[in-house]
C-alpha cells in the first residue's frame, strides 16, 4: 500500500526512508490470506544491501524479485536471482512500471528467456500499450 515515489509505502515507515524514497532495511509486512498468515519480507532492491538479501534467503520459503519494464536487467536483479538459485528458492517476477512510456515488457521477457531459459513463464501478461 501506498507510494514509494511519495514516500507512503507500509514497508518504509522511518523518517529517512520516507525523505529519500527507498527502503533501507528489511522489514516485514504480515498479511492474512484465506486463513493463512504470510510475512512478507521487502528488501533494498540495491546491491548496496546484498548481506541483508543473503541473511533472509535462509529463513524465506520464495522470493518475488521486482523489476522495472525494461529489456536491460538490473545488477540488483541478477544477484537476487542468483541467491534464489543457490538457496534452492521458488521465484516470481514482479514487473513495475509499465504504465512508462518506455517500457519494453516483450523485450524483458526475451532478456528473462536468453538469460534463464523457458523456464520463465508468464503467467500473467498485460494487455494494451
Known amino acids: 500500500m501506498g507510494s ?10 522511518d523518517s529517512l526512508e520516507q525523505k529519500r524514497h527507498i527502503s533501507l532495511g528489511a522489514s516485514v509486512v504480515p498479511l492474512e490470506w484465506h486463513g493463512h498468515k504470510i510475512n ?12 541483508e538479501l543473503h541473511a533472509v534467503a535462509r529463513v524465506v520459503e520464495a522470493m518475488i524479485i521486482v523489476c522495472e ?17 543457490a538457496n534452492r528458492l521458488p521465484r516470481c517476477v ?11 515488457y516483450d523485450g524483458l521477457i526475451e532478456t528473462l528467456h536468453a538469460k534463464y531459459g523457458r523456464s520463465v513463464v508468464n503467467t500473467q501478461i498485460p494487455l494494451g500499450r
Do not use: C, H, M
Request: no cysteine; hydrophobic share 40%.
Open 69 to 85: 519494464a525494461k529489456r536491460d536487467l538490473d545488477v540488483g536483479f541478477e544477484l537476487a536471482w542468483d541467491v534464489a538459485e
Open 40 to 51: 512478507l519480507i521487502d528488501l533494498p532492491g540495491y546491491t548496496d544491501f546484498i548481506g
Open 94 to 104: 514482479f514487473v513495475n512500471k509499465l504504465e512508462r512510456d518506455n517500457a519494453k
Open 4 to 13: 514509494g515515489d511519495q514516500g507512503t509505502t507500509q514497508s518504509d515507515f
